[in-house]
């Protein structure tokens, strides 16, 4: 049924996104956009920052800058080097489905090539996608366009018919389905008051599961 697997980063591989969606919402707050954790994660969460540029104008009065986004991004960073988890259950994912489609497995996120590659080596998962990560800031578009899970599927050398992605937010689910795939979601308990389950639907999840065992099953009876 499939002849590789894609995976998003945050909030599929890590547990990143209360930490970066908390160290967001303070560096907003602090330039005058008063909101709280659950509005950043609307207006942000799957999304570049940089894209939200003309938001972040409109609520702040200012321009968001290179040098803004490189100080969000060193806090940022501090943050996840000292509190970054990998998501439960999923070291024996990565190794099943390694093992199982010949290492046809990458890592493809929206997120910049320094997050991901921080966060990978974080949880000791760098060594199953050693040059097989695909960030969104390098691609003529990053999510929702399809252009990262295209490029995953080109260097693996698979029709993005026969792939697999794994994601956990409307925003990634689109990517995935307008680039061909077919895409499971991902749905943390500890996130269902930011991501609804029929978000996910509606975005054209195929699969929506709640633990990382779950792929395996699935995956099994394909």
């Not at 602090?30 to 972040?56: I, M, N, S, T, Y």
């Not at 195929?206 to 792929?215: A, L, T, V």
Request: aromatic content about 8%; overall charge negative.
């Amino acid at each position: 049924m499939f002849e590789a697997v894609l995976f998003d980063c945050d909030g599929v591989l890590v547990d990143s996104e209360p930490i970066t969606l908390g160290v967001l919402t303070q560096c907003l707050n602090a330039e005058g956009w008063a909101l709280g954790v659950d509005e950043c994660a609307h207006h942000f969460l799957g999304r570049a920052v940089k894209d939200q540029a003309p938001l972040f104008e409109q609520m702040t009065g200012k321009p968001l800058t290179e040098h803004w986004l490189a100080q969000f991004r060193a806090e940022r960073d501090k943050a996840l080097s000292a509190e970054l988890l990998p998501i439960p259950g999923i070291h024996k994912v990565v190794e099943y489905t390694h093992q199982r489609f010949n290492a046809k497995i990458a890592c493809a996120s929206g997120a910049d090539r320094g997050k991901v590659e921080l966060q990978l080596s974080k949880v000791d998962l760098m060594g199953w996608f050693g040059g097989r990560i695909f960030s969104g800031h390098e691609m003529p578009k990053t999510k929702p366009a399809p252009d990262v899970y295209l490029a995953a599927a080109k260097h693996l050398n698979v029709d993005p018919l026969l792939c697999l992605v794994i994601e956990d937010t409307p925003t990634g689910v689109q990517a995935g389905v307008s680039a061909g795939a077919t895409v499971w979601a991902y749905l943390a308990h500890t996130n269902t008051h930011r991501v609804q389950a029929r978000q996910l639907r509606d975005a054209g999840a195929h699969k929506i599961f709640e633990h990382m065992d779950e792929i395996h099953q699935y995956l099994k009876r394909s």
